[in-house]
């Protein structure tokens, strides 16, 4: 096993001004010794894992890092700058620099070693030797652990995983009770924590040493469980049960986090927990005091998309609580409505006029296998609203939203509520849930909240307000609706057109896009002629931006990097499938050129959509559903035409760029043309 960081991965004085010209610094070491396979492949990977978190840190340190394909073992390379650059800590520019690769699949012991790092730089006296260092094979040698002296004991002793740590009483901090000094309280608070990050490399051991120390410094015994990229073990349950408060710093959703319920919680990202862990343990011991059971629901954003905090504005939890039932819906939507498709592509539009299949299956004839695609299709499309309302509830208030957000959906559609009322439902679910989770309750009931008062509560008030309220209402507007689309003509269904196109290519995958798909396949569920053609141009321009980046890597290789063309290869199956994330890459390195040029194509192949009248019973497939579409020639015709015009955009707008950046001069270290550096997202 090579070594993790050696002399050559050493940068005592780095000059770099900028975060991106220290990480290609450092990385054009790792590459020199092979590795790092692809310079730039690499480099991107960096910036969209700092474009989801800056990754600086009080105390002057910047920890770039990433997991990457293009990285054969893990490697570490350090940087020392004496002007400093800004990673986007509060307080100030980074002077020690550390570039963290780790393959895809990176080695335990590896990643073992990193974690540990993670751990010794929230340590002065660590980072202290690092900025006396006086020889690039001295610092080496220091990370790496080889002179005991020049890392403190207490930080090498470090356990790998927190939670096989002893829990820690303040009065254990100290050599042993002065005469002065009072007894340590026969049983101190206890809080159990959990930290976690994306990567899990670096910030995840990071707070679990941060909220450690502070929990010796406060005077509390705090056990740290580690959910990071080198595995972790699960707290001892009678840790947990005897534990007073918990503590949650994490930016992925903690596994088995049921384990907690009923305690006062503290739910907040990662980085709070490396940079203010003393205030989060006052607030745990706060809760405790006024017999919180549970964080606040709008400090516990959504669990499937959880890039915020506490501080989110109501607008972004309301979008993470409608993406998160939508991410659990469309697996409902691929399964039901593909199995939909291919009945009618077997068996003729008339097939959902045949008998149950549990009453008359013949096994020779098509009809009959026809019949049996449509009719499960048509179960697991049945559960489309249900589970929209149900994780709807869940994402503003977790497990105990389940029940009466999946009740609500039900109720949606008894009424003729449809998506609609299924929106609605879940966010009626969600929020009934939340006032009654902030209700105190005697600490004898707490066991018993989420699992029976809860779901019975919640549950009677969601189907009272569902029935009698708001369902009959939302029934009627969604009938408006209905009956708006299959009265769409013109003008009209030309401007729908314009505005999907837009939205299905404006953040390629992302809520605008969700937004505007799921509002075309809930018009599947009451299908009419409007509402195909909605469902059509969707998916038509969804399918626009990677087959117009795939066609640009083609006619203008040149334009795009090595790692871009080889993208631009997959681009073809994925944009001919429907998978407009295909474009994220080349939007990721130039933002400002691709997301304009793919939402004027996307407009284009909406609006031609609707204007040919062309419609889609398939929620998805791509031009593999090609035998279901209205009109089908036509369709590939409005797909082909904003492909074409964001090639043309996108190949414009780079060779622009190309005209206008100054050419190096001439000698043997110019790079060749076909490698330039894309733009860092």
Not at 127 to 148: F, Q, S, V, W, Y
Not at 256 to 281: H, M, Q, S, Y
Not at 285 to 294: D, P, Q, S, W
Request: aromatic share 6%; net charge negative; glycine share 12%.
């Amino acid at each position: 096993m090579s070594e993790l960081i050696t002399a050559e991965l050493v940068d005592l004085d780095l000059t770099a001004e900028s975060k991106e010209a220290a990480a290609r610094s450092l990385a054009e070491r790792m590459a020199g010794l092979g590795r790092v396979t692809d310079l730039e492949g690499f480099l991107a990977d960096v910036a969209a894992r700092e474009a989801q978190m800056p990754t600086g840190l009080d105390g002057g340190i910047g920890i770039p890092h990433c997991r990457s394909a293009h990285v054969t073992e893990p490697t570490l390379a350090f940087g020392r700058s004496a002007a400093g650059i800004d990673f986007g800590a509060a307080d100030g520019p980074a002077d020690l620099i550390f570039l963290i690769a780790a393959p895809a699949g990176g080695d335990a012991d590896h990643l073992s070693i990193l974690s540990t790092l993670a751990r010794h730089l929230m340590d002065e006296e660590f980072t202290g030797a690092l900025r006396a260092a006086d020889a690039p094979a001295a610092a080496a040698a220091l990370i790496r652990g080889d002179e005991p002296d020049a890392v403190p004991e207490e930080a090498t002793a470090a356990p790998e995983t927190a939670s096989e740590a002893a829990p820690v009483p303040a009065a254990a901090a100290e050599a042993g009770p002065g005469p002065e000094e009072t007894s340590p309280p026969a049983t101190p608070f206890r809080i159990v924590a959990v930290t976690s990050c994306p990567t899990g490399i670096a910030h995840t051991y990071m707070a679990a040493e941060a909220l450690a120390k502070a929990g010796k410094e406060a005077g509390v015994e705090l056990v740290v469980e580690t959910q990071g990229s080198a595995g972790f073990k699960r707290l001892d349950p009678e840790t947990v049960a005897a534990a007073d408060g918990v503590i949650f710093a994490h930016d992925v959703e903690v596994r088995d986090k049921d384990r907690f319920a009923g305690k006062p919680t503290v739910d907040v990202g990662v980085k709070a927990g490396v940079n203010r862990p003393a205030e989060l343990i006052a607030e745990v011991r706060e809760k405790a005091a006024r017999g919180e059971t549970a964080a606040p629901a709008a400090a516990a954003p959504a669990p499937m998309d959880r890039n915020g905090e506490a501080g989110d504005g109501f607008g972004t939890r309301l979008r993470k609580w409608l993406m998160t039932g939508v991410s659990y819906m469309v697996p409902f939507v691929a399964a039901g409505g593909l199995l939909i498709a291919l009945a009618f592509a077997i068996g003729g539009y008339g097939i959902n006029k045949a008998p149950s299949v549990a009453e008359h299956f013949v096994w020779t004839e098509s009809a009959s296998w026809a019949a049996l695609l449509f009719q499960v299709g048509n179960v697991a499309f049945g559960f489309l609203v249900p589970v929209l309302a149900g994780f709807i509830a869940y994402g503003m208030a977790d497990r105990p939203g389940l029940v009466p957000g999946f009740v609500g959906g039900a109720i949606a559609l008894t009424v003729n509520a449809g998506f609609l009322g299924g929106l609605i439902a879940g966010l009626i679910a969600g929020a009934v849930v939340m006032a009654v989770q902030r209700v105190e309750v005697p600490p004898a009931l707490r066991g018993i909240m989420p699992v029976v008062v809860i779901p019975l509560i919640s549950s009677a008030v969601v189907g009272f307000l569902m029935f009698l309220v708001v369902g009959k209402p939302i029934a009627a507007l969604q009938k408006a609706l209905t009956d708006w689309l299959s009265g769409l003509s013109g003008a009209n269904a030309v401007i729908l057109g314009v505005i999907l196109g837009l939205m299905m290519t404006f953040d390629l995958g992302g809520p605008l896009n969700k937004v505007a798909y799921a509002f075309a396949v809930g018009g599947l569920a009451n299908p009419n002629d409007g509402s195909l053609k909605v469902m059509a141009a969707a998916m038509a321009a969804g399918m626009v931006p990677p087959l117009a980046m795939a066609l640009a890597t083609t006619v203008r290789g040149r334009l795009f990097t090595r790692t871009e063309r080889e993208n631009g290869k997959a681009a073809w199956v994925l944009g001919a499938s429907f998978i407009t994330e295909g474009a994220i890459p080349f939007a990721a390195a130039d933002p400002l050129r691709v997301i304009p040029s793919a939402m004027a194509g996307g407009a284009v192949t909406g609006a031609l959509s609707m204007a040919f009248g062309c419609t889609l019973r398939a929620p998805h497939g791509g031009v593999f559903v090609a035998p279901l579409i209205g009109r089908p020639l036509l369709y590939l015709v409005a797909v082909a035409a904003g492909t074409a015009v964001t090639t043309a955009l996108v190949v414009l707008l780079k060779g622009l760029r190309r005209t206008d950046t100054p050419k190096p001069a001439a000698g043997p270290a110019t790079p060749a043309p076909a490698e330039s550096t894309p733009v860092a997202a």
